[in-house]
Structure formats: structure tokens, C-alpha cells
């Protein structure tokens, strides 16, 4: 009774730990492989992240925001919000701190210049960006549950 | 602007992030970065040759 007790209290304690490690490798791009010390592909994973997202603003993409009138938008917000703090750290950089609180969700700037030829390769960018840090989300999940090295 | 160049630039950062996720070892993320490379900037600049004639 005691040990089964106790395997249950571990196992709710794991999964708290693994929560608070995939939530740390989505916010900050390569966290969760540093703290899982796989250091060479966590500096690797936040250099490539961080540098499609800082392409993607100089090349004045729009950040996915969601439109009600545009489902598509929800898709590229998906992609985007994959950057973890990068993504809310460019909305609070283009709405104020105020602007994004009071703007959720609906009311957001994504920034962006649509006349200008950078904006489609900046949006590329983005969603490329932040897809690829789901997948670190993923492979670290993988890591820490043993199914890979 | 230089288009090729941020598409060579794209499919760098894309190449070099699969060849972490999903190779180990040196050679194995070398062989796997620049297929991978190759495929990208070859394939869409064929693909942008073939889809000239079209309006």
C-alpha cells in the first residue's frame, strides 16, 4: 500500500517535472535540451531559432495574430506563438504591454509591412520559426522519456 | 533584395535544424545537412524555372 503509494506520488512528481521541462523548451528555444544536457543542440536549436525569428523582423513579416474573418489566420498564429517568448515579446515590442493585454486576441497588431517585397519571406520566417521549436518541444519530450538519446 | 539568397538563407537554418534533430553523430549530421541543403536550394530553383512560363 505504502509503495504503491509512493510510485504514484513519483510518478505525479515526473510529470510535473516534465510539464515545467516541455514549457521550459518552448519559452526559451533550446532550454530544455541545456537543462537535459544535450548543450550542443540546445546552443545549435536557439541560434537557428532565433535567427529565422530576428530574419523575420527585418524582413518586416507579420506576426500571426487571429482574425475571426480568416481561419488561415489561426494556423499562422499556431506556427508563430511556437517561438515561445520571442512571440510575446515582439507583441508586447508592437502593441505596448497595455495594448497586448486589452487587444487578446482578437484586437493584436502583427506588425509587418505588406507592401514591402520582405513582408511573405518575413512571414516564412516566422512559421518556420516556430514550427521548428515545436519540434524541439517534441524531441525533448522524446529525450526526457527515454525513447531517445 | 536578393531572393536566392534568403532562400539559400532558409534552407541553411532548415538543413542545420534537421541535421541536430535528427542525427547524432558528425558525419552523419554533415552527410544529412547538405542533402538536405542541396535538395532545397536545386529543387526550388528548378521548380522556379519550371513555373516561368506560367502567368
Redesign the interface.
Known sequence: MSSAKHSTETLGARSRAATWLLAASWLVPGLGHWILGKRVRAVVFAVVIVSAFVTGVLLNGELGVPKPQNPFSWLATFACIGDGLLYVVRMVWLNGLGGAISGFPFGLSGGGDPTLAGFAYGNTFFYTGGLMNLLVVLDVSDIASGEKD | ?D?LL?MC??AI??S??FA??WR?DASGRLKLFLKTLLIMVVGSTLLGWLMFPFP
Open positions: 533584395m531572393h534568403l538563407w532558409h537554418l532548415v542545420v535544424f541536430f534533430l547524432s
